[in-house]
């Protein structure tokens, strides 16, 4: 992969480098994809918008930073990106995009190191966010009004952080990263596969 904007200001994150190069065409539309570090701790950090992971090329960037962070045994961050919401309503669209879509997901369902899912106050679609909370490792939600999820998935939640600013969110990943380095890698990864295909089960299969 191609390095370019190296320590690229992305708060709360004190060093970045952004990461590109896809040789089938296509950097893929993130607002930000590469390394992060915060305060000693490096990442693999994905931060998403609204036309993010609709294209092959969205998602074969999205591969390769994984392949990168199996490398460098790094946690990856994924900040407003709804997975699960996506696969539902695109996996079907396209071949190309079936298959990078598929190829993906069974990658990083695979991974052992900790997944961390961010969603601040930009990312407005709470339904999708409250679909998304059962298979993540560990998630960061902001909140800042009175917006609740429903008392059933709330009840369910793991390693569910709720803060009211984004300011709070850097005290949270390192909380979480900390805490999932922990558990054994076999356990994390089959935790990860049984909430996910309970979450997917009824829209796409996986094999």
């Known amino acids: 992969m191609q390095s370019l904007n190296f320590n690229y200001q992305h708060p709360p994150f004190e060093k970045t480098i952004q990461l590109y190069g896809d040789r089938a065409g296509g950097q893929g539309n993130f607002d930000f994809a590469g390394l992060a570090e915060l305060r000693d701790i490096q990442v693999v950090l994905l931060k998403g918008n609204s036309d993010s992971l609709i294209q092959p090329a969205d998602w074969r960037r999205f591969l390769r930073l994984i392949n990168l962070a199996q490398r460098l045994k790094k946690p990856i961050v994924l900040w407003n990106l709804s997975i699960v919401n996506v696969i539902s309503n695109q996996y079907h669209t396209s071949l190309a995009l079936g298959t990078a ?89 089959g935790n990860r596969l049984e909430s996910f295909h309970l979450y997917t089960e009824n829209n796409c299969k996986f094999n």
């Open 101 to 189: 879509i598929h190829d993906t997901t069974l990658r990083l369902l695979r991974i052992p190191y900790p997944i961390i899912s961010i969603f601040d106050e930009n990312y407005i679609r709470m339904s999708v966010v409250d679909k998304e909370l059962g298979w993540m490792d560990g998630k960061v939600i902001v909140k800042p009004d009175e917006e609740i999820f429903t008392e059933e998935s709330e009840l369910k939640q793991e390693n569910l952080k709720i803060v009211g600013t984004s300011s709070e969110i850097s005290n949270q990943i390192i909380d979480l990263i900390r805490l999932l380095s922990n558990i054994d890698q076999d356990v994390l990864i």
